[in-house]
């Protein structure tokens, strides 16, 4: 079985530029996570999708952050302008509704 | 709101010594916790889990963890550690069995050597 996979694995940009990163959750899964990893930190809950629909997105900056799933499979969040504080790694995971939570291997953005 | 504290940032051991993890968890009515290993350049994976039951979990790679209601803890153990061991270590908490974000501690580097 395929895992969660995310492109790009790796990104830098300069402040005030734009990025998007990309996620395929596994097969199924209705359930998707954006995590954000600072260095040092351990992962913090962005937003989270149950199919199209956003069930939580109280820690997401929406002055700056976005992120859809249209058609309730794959997922993009955006940032739009990046601040050197968010240089991290950009983690998604999928589940099953109401399952174990699985993570793909990242994306590690760097803002100069 | 819950929080989780990791008590030791990095661990450094000797290969086939024992270890052991230290995490404390703020108290709540219904707590679930998680421990998650993460290896270099790649996303984190589950070691094991406490939902309820008993209070000694066992999980993958020989790893297991208490659950200790009385001081709030979930210490992960290993009896015998070898090189692979070497990641970092997250404990998380979360208010419901799955389905739900976790919060995550601020990890733990086991350096395993020789």
């Known amino acids: 079985e395929a895992g969660v996979a995310q492109s790009p694995r790796y990104k830098i940009i300069e402040k005030r530029q734009s990025v998007a990163f990309w996620c395929n959750p596994i097969s199924g899964h209705a359930t998707l996570y954006w995590y954000q990893q600072i260095l040092g930190q351990g992962p913090k809950l962005l937003i989270q999708?149950?199919?199209?629909?956003?069930?939580?997105d109280s820690q997401l900056p929406k002055d700056r952050f976005s992120a859809e799933r249209l058609k309730g499979v794959d997922s993009t969040l955006k940032i739009q302008p990046a601040k050197l504080e968010d240089s991290a790694v950009y983690l998604c995971a999928s589940s099953l509704v109401g399952d174990e939570q699985f993570f793909g291997p990242g994306t590690r953005l760097t803002v100069l | 709101a819950q929080s989780v504290t990791q008590l030791d940032s990095q661990v450094p051991v000797f290969e086939e010594a024992p270890v052991e993890l230290r995490c404390n968890y703020s108290?709540?009515?219904?707590?679930?916790l998680f421990w998650y290993v993460q290896y270099p350049n790649q996303g984190l994976q589950l070691l094991l889990k406490?939902?309820?039951?008993?209070?000694l979990v066992k999980g993958i790679n020989g790893f297991e963890a208490e659950f200790n209601k009385s001081q709030t803890s979930f210490h992960l153990r290993k009896p015998s550690v070898h090189i692979s061991d070497t990641a970092e270590y997250f404990c998380a908490v979360s208010d419901r069995p799955a389905g739900t974000a976790l919060i995550f501690g601020k990890g733990t580097t086991l350096s395993v050597s020789s």
């Open positions: 999708f149950q199919n199209n629909g956003v069930v939580d």
């Open positions: 108290s709540s009515v219904s707590v679930y």
């Open positions: 406490y939902l309820s039951g008993s209070t």
